[in-house]
Structure formats: structure tokens, C-alpha cells
């Protein structure tokens, strides 16, 4: 048996490190200066090998925990805080591991820190900051760390994990007042973290700056094609059982830690999501509209294999089978938008992929915009657009005017649709004056009506129509380069 208390710091009057310059204003950090039972935590003790063991525990109103039942063996205790508490971080005991060998080992107890937020001085960039304003970073992606103070001075950074520093570099001004230090994707440190800055300023005084930090390792949710999808759904199931049940863990639940506690969420702008569990079996499911299996297209979600933690979960890769969307905006020409004679206009889009010259139909709103799941991968590709009584618009590569497919959608703008082609040819001739003057002064319904020659869409071929084609005698229209 394993027993404790869990504790809490109770933060007095935020205290701001001395500067020495009266114009320096450092964001000030909260010092920690009592501590209360924290009841509602979460406690877990996970065996050091010999086989995955773990038990749990929540603590009760003095703050007191008991871990029952276990067999001998070195265990790793950690602990959430409730979900009353998101201003306190996740944490583990200083020594573990707690050796257990017969009998029981009491006074096992922790406090968990406060959490500094991110200070109205500093950025630190990507990242999916959390609602208690905690930095969450991905392990794999380089980040910018911008601190702003006193001009002139000297500025340094230094990143900590526990107490040990495990980065630290000098930082660069410019401009003035403003530093900054590009620092290293982290991987393979993950988990709670802590930086710290120091600006010595001219006047000989010093600002320092320190902010907690949570470093992800979690997960991405791709394309079959490996690109990230952003917004995608990723919802977190949890057993005590490797055979499950797996059950939905429910919103805000502690048995996430505080860096994040929104389930089901979402992916973010590189596709990327995660959690800070404890331990436990647990399985993710991640969706996107229009996304399915790639292994059962009748399936809108692929779900991982189940995970035990710990240990932590690294870099799991979920990829889900994605038409890409082209989505685009054009304009008729003799049809003004917004405006009711846009809706049901067709075209078709043609995408060249290697050679091999792809179609896709297109439909108009009243707004000229349209959409197609044309399916290519993430690239740049020659296109052209064309109305069945249009002259084409197209775009190459070359040109600067590509369809570019970047996380599985493309937007981009398809020009004007040039009225005038009767006979779809992509020209207008002679032959296209003469399919119009058959159909003149027809309307929807008469005999001889004839929709081709109706170019501005009214259900009436008229003058209008004429001077439409007349404008564009002679002309042609682009063709699609491919290769």
C-alpha cells in the first residue's frame, strides 16, 4: 500500500523580480506561499517494469490518497489536478520510484505547482495555447520566442525541465526593446517545462521573465497522402483494461491534465492534437467531413490501436482518406453576382496530374463560387476551366496562376467565363452566330428554343445575348497545358 497527501500552493500578491530601471515593467510571476489539501486529485502508481501494473486513487476531502492491493515492485506515482483546479500543473513525485517490498510506505505526498502563465511581455510561437493560457507546443516543430523589455540590453533564455536547464541560448534585439531566439524543435523532451528569460538592461538592472510550458508529442491527424488535416475531430476513450470497455472521457474530466481538457477537440493548424493523461488504456478517434477509412470507405473515422500509458504516447500518426477540394469563384460574363441566374451554371474544371488530364463537373451559386472534391495530393497543377457555352479561363504553373492543393483543399480564382461559344469549341465563329440567330427571340418553352445561344442565363435569347457574342467574335479561348 501506498498512502500520501496531495497539497496545492495558494499563490499570495504576484512579487516581479527587482529591475533596477524604474521603466521596466516585468510581468510578474505568482510565489508560492502556503499549502492547503488538494481534494478531487487524481493519483496513479505505475509499476517500473515486470509487466504493465497500475492503480488509482482520488483524493478525498483532507487531501489524502491510498493506493491499495499492489504487488511488490519500484512504481512511478503522478498526479492530475480536479478539474475544479486548472490553475495548478500536473506532477510527479522528486523520488520516485517509490519502492515497495511488503507492508505499506506512507507520507508519500506531493504539492502541485501553480501554473505561470504566458506573460503580456512574451510570444512564443506555434502553439495551441490552452484556456489557462499555457504555451502547448509540438516536440517536432521550431519555435520563435519573442520577449520585449528594455532596449539595449542583453537578453538570454534558458528552458527548463524540473530543475535542470536543458536549452539555454543568448537572444537577438531588433527591433529595439524586442528579442528574439529561434530555438530548436525539442524533441525528445516532452512533458511540463519552464522558461525563463533575462534582459540586462543598460542601467544595469535586469528583467526577467518565466512562464510554464507543456511540450506535446502526441499526435497528427493526415491525409493517406501525409497531409495534415486541420479541424479534424479527436476524441479520447479511456479503459482500466487492455480489452476495454473503451468509454468517451467526458469533457473537462481530470483525467486530463490542465494543459488540455477539451474532448472530443480539434486539430489544429498542422494538423496536430493531444492530451496529458494518466495512465490507463486508452484509444483515439479522429474524423473530418467528407474523410473516411482508408481501410473502410463505409467508415467515417479511423481509431488507433490501444494505447497503454505510461509510457507516453509519441508522434501517433492517424490518417484518414481525403478527397481534396478544389474550391473556386468565377463570373459569367452578362450575369452579375450575387444573382439568382448564377445558380445551376456548369462547367467543367480540368486539372492536369502528371501528364494525365483530369475532369471534374462544377455548379455555380449565386455568387459564382463553386467546389470540387477532385482527390489530387498536396501540389502545384495546370488547369483549365471551361462553361459548355464559354470560352475557357485556365491556369499554369508557370504562369504563377496554378491550382494549388495544400492540406487537401485548393482556393482559387477562375477568372471570367467569356460568353459566345455555342457549339463548345472554345472558339467563337461563324457557326456560333449561327446556332444564335436560329434561336432568337425564343424563350424556354418555344419551339426552336435553343439554351445555347442564352448566355446571360434568363431563359431568353435576345440582344443582349447577340452583343455577348458579338463582344467576343473571333476569339478564343485558353487551353489547358499538360504537360
Known amino acids: 500500500m501506498i498512502s500520501g497527501v496531495i497539497y496545492r500552493y495558494t499563490p499570495n500578491t504576484p512579487v516581479s523580480t527587482p529591475t533596477g530601471c524604474p521603466t521596466n515593467t516585468p510581468s510578474p510571476t505568482p510565489i508560492p506561499t502556503a499549502t492547503i489539501p488538494l481534494p478531487g486529485a487524481y493519483v496513479y502508481a505505475c ?36 478539474a475544479s483546479a486548472n490553475d495548478l500543473l500536473a506532477g510527479t513525485l522528486d523520488h520516485n520510484p517509490v519502492i515497495l517490498n511488503g507492508g505499506m510506505v506512507t507520507g508519500q505526498d506531493l504539492v502541485l505547482n501553480s501554473i505561470a502563465p504566458l506573460p503580456q511581455n512574451a510570444t512564443i510561437s506555434p502553439n495551441r495555447s490552452s484556456g489557462n493560457s499555457v504555451p502547448l507546443v509540438y516536440w517536432l516543430d521550431p519555435l520563435t520566442l519573442i520577449i520585449h523589455g528594455c532596449a539595449g540590453g542583453v537578453a538570454t533564455y534558458q528552458l527548463y525541465v524540473g530543475n535542470n536547464v536543458v536549452r539555454s541560448d543568448s537572444m537577438t534585439e531588433g527591433p529595439a526593446g524586442t528579442y528574439t531566439a529561434n ?35 502526441s499526435g497528427n491527424v493526415r491525409t493517406v497522402a501525409g497531409d495534415p488535416i486541420i479541424g479534424a475531430t479527436v476524441t479520447l476513450y479511456r479503459s482500466n483494461n487492455p480489452g476495454g470497455p473503451f468509454v468517451q ?19 489544429d493548424g498542422h494538423g496536430h492534437f493531444g492530451w496529458d493523461v494518466i495512465a490507463g488504456y486508452y484509444k483515439v478517434r479522429a474524423e473530418h467531413a467528407g474523410c473516411v477509412s482508408p481501410n473502410n470507405p463505409n467508415q ?14 509519441t508522434d501517433l500518426d492517424l490518417r484518414l482518406s481525403c478527397p481534396a477540394t478544389a474550391s473556386g469563384h468565377l463570373t ?21 496530374n502528371a501528364g494525365v488530364t483530369n475532369s471534374y463537373p462544377v455548379t455555380t451559386d449565386q455568387n459564382g463560387n463553386f467546389s470540387a472534391a477532385v482527390n489530387l495530393p498536396t501540389g502545384s497543377y495546370n488547369w483549365q ?23 487537401g483543399t485548393a482556393t482559387f480564382e477562375a477568372d471570367a467565363q467569356k460568353a459566345g461559344d455555342t457549339n463548345n ?26 439554351e445555347r445561344g442564352d448566355f446571360n442565363n434568363d431563359n431568353t435569347v435576345g440582344a443582349s445575348d447577340f452583343n455577348l457574342l458579338r463582344g ?12
Not at 249 to 267: F, H, Q, Y
Not at 385 to 406: F, M, W, Y
Not at 425 to 450: E, M, Q, W
Open 385 to 407: 476551366l471551361k462553361g459548355h457555352r464559354n470560352l475557357a479561363s485556365a491556369g499554369t504553373i508557370a504562369g504563377g496562376s496554378a491550382l494549388v492543393i495544400s492540406g
Open 425 to 450: 469549341d472554345n472558339v467563337t465563329t461563324v457557326v456560333d452566330v449561327g446556332i444564335l440567330r436560329a434561336t432568337f427571340s425564343k424563350s424556354l418553352g418555344d419551339p426552336g428554343y435553343d
Open 183 to 217: 530555438i530548436p524543435a525539442l524533441n525528445p523532451i516532452h512533458g511540463y517545462a519552464r522558461i525563463e528569460t533575462t534582459i540586462v538592461c543598460p542601467c544595469g538592472g535586469s528583467l526577467t521573465t518565466s512562464f510554464s510550458l507543456y511540450i506535446d508529442p
Open 472 to 483: 467576343n467574335f473571333g476569339q478564343a479561348g485558353a487551353s489547358l497545358t499538360c504537360p
Open 332 to 352: 459569367w460574363q452578362g450575369i452579375p453576382q450575387p444573382d439568382a441566374h448564377n445558380n445551376g451554371q456548369t462547367a467543367t474544371l480540368k486539372v492536369c
Open 249 to 267: 472521457v467526458a469533457n473537462g474530466d481530470a483525467i486530463m491534465s490542465p494543459v488540455n481538457r477539451t474532448n472530443p477537440d480539434t486539430t
Open 47 to 82: 509499476r517500473n517494469g515486470g509487466g504493465y501494473y497500475c492503480a488509482y486513487a482520488v483524493t478525498d476531502a483532507s487531501g489524502q490518497y491510498t493506493l491499495s492491493n499492489l504487488p511488490n515492485g519500484e512504481y512511478t506515482l503522478g498526479v492530475n489536478p480536479p
Open 300 to 313: 467515417a473515422y479511423v481509431e488507433s490501436a490501444v494505447l497503454p500509458i505510461p509510457p507516453p504516447v
